[in-house]
């Protein structure tokens, strides 16, 4: 299983790895945490180079946040607003959680996409809101990239680091990871499932 996993990705290589991360920071179908983690475990094994492998899943990561940021930027509330309404349901997301983040990006700064995206929470959902706020492109691709590379370094040095175990427990490894991409599909169908149009919830 492990082995099916990490060929997977190898094959892809770098332009592979580029393009999941931009995917992923859109629409995630395999979290970000695995796919550097792969790709520290290749790093590890000589498969990959870690700087070539951190080009590619941060410059894949800035381009996926910038479809977000463009959306923003480009559309602004007012069309922004019957997008996320009409769709939301698909994006898992409602017009009350952009508020929420906009106003949290409005309280404490651009600085905000940069320290987002060095962590697990809000790591994407904050580019909507620099989009709407008409933050400078090149600050946020800037922010982001940096932002990003250090996700990234922190996901592939821990993927190197395990590498060692993987001989030892390699079926649990492999199970980890369709574990974890298990619980992101299930999450998102029981979010899609569960969901409530705003359009009902205020006529309660």
Request: proline letters at 4%; one cysteine or more.
């Amino acid at each position: 299983m492990q082995d099916f996993i990490i060929e997977a990705i190898a094959r892809g290589g770098y332009l592979g790895i580029a393009v999941l991360m931009a995917i992923e920071n859109v629409f995630p179908p395999i979290p970000s945490e695995v796919i550097m983690g792969v790709g520290g475990v290749l790093v590890a094994r000589g498969d990959m180079a870690f700087w070539p492998l951190m080009l590619a899943g941060t410059v894949g990561s800035t381009a996926g946040n910038y479809a977000w940021f463009w959306l923003g930027n480009r559309w602004g509330y007012r069309r922004m607003r019957p997008f996320i309404d009409r769709w939301g349901r698909w994006l898992t997301l409602d017009w009350e959680h952009i508020e929420g983040a906009s106003r949290f990006f409005r309280r404490h700064g651009q600085w905000v996409v940069l320290a987002l995206r060095c962590t697990p929470v809000f790591r994407t959902m904050i580019s909507l809101p620099a989009g709407l706020a008409h933050m400078s492109v090149w600050r946020f691709l800037a922010f982001t990239f940096v932002g990003a590379g250090l996700w990234n370094a922190l996901l592939v040095l821990g993927g190197a680091a395990l590498a060692r175990y993987l001989e030892e427990y390699e079926h649990a490894f492999g199970w980890i990871v369709i574990g974890i991409v298990a619980l992101t599909v299930a999450g998102y169908l029981w979010r899609v499932s569960t969901w409530t149009p705003r359009s009902e919830r205020e006529g309660d």
